[in-house]
């Protein structure tokens, strides 16, 4: 799943970083990202406060859901391009439709 995570974050324009085992620093690791996707049933307890904390730090816009399915990550997205700044401006707005 995180080549396909990748593949549709790129498909709206974004990089994407898939994290599913806290290994070394997660703070390092996340970095100040447009958004913070969790997927609540995929990644451990600690490893989900981790990332949370770290947003929170940043000012990092947050969305969780518990199901980690390539439809959830499409709405989510979807979502996050309605409220970019750029939002009907860039090359990908017709995803957003």
């Known amino acids: 799943m995180e080549r396909q995570y990748q593949q549709i974050c790129k498909s709206y324009g974004y990089k994407a970083k898939v994290f599913t085992k ?11 990202p447009d958004l ?8 451990s ?6 990332a ?4 929170k730090k940043n000012g990092t816009r947050i969305a969780r ?4 399915s390539a439809a959830a990550l499409h709405e ?10 750029k939002a009907g401006e860039c090359a990908y707005a017709e995803m957003c439709d």
Do not use: D, W, Y
Request: proline share 2%; net charge positive.
């Open 52 to 55: 949370l904390q770290e947003a």
């Open 76 to 85: 989510i997205m979807k979502e996050h391009c309605a409220v970019c700044p």
């Open 65 to 68: 859901t518990h199901t980690s």
């Open 36 to 43: 913070l996707i969790v997927f609540t049933n995929t990644v």
């Open 22 to 32: 806290e290994a070394g620093s997660l703070k390092r690791k996340i970095g100040t």
């Open 45 to 50: 307890h600690s490893m989900t406060n981790c």
